[in-house]
């Protein structure tokens, strides 16, 4: 049974957990420990892994929008 629901697969090296939601600055410095993500560059604030499922959500439409 097909419901309607696409899957789609980011590239494994998407840094989905390293780039900012807000301004999109990757944070390469992050460490696996930091469970808060704060942005030196604009200063936005979040949980790293909501901040993470937000840039896969951003990553999945802009895929179907160019596709």
Do not use: W
């Not at 696409?6 to 301004?23: G, I, M």
């Amino acid at each position: 049974m097909q419901v309607g629901i696409e899957l789609l697969q980011a590239d494994r090296f998407y840094l989905s957990s390293k780039r900012c939601n807000a301004c999109g600055y990757v944070h390469k410095e992050l460490k696996l420990s930091d469970r808060i993500y704060i942005c030196p560059c604009c200063g936005h604030r979040k949980d790293r892994d909501a901040n993470a499922a937000d840039n896969l959500r951003d990553y999945g439409k802009l895929l179907l929008t160019t596709a």
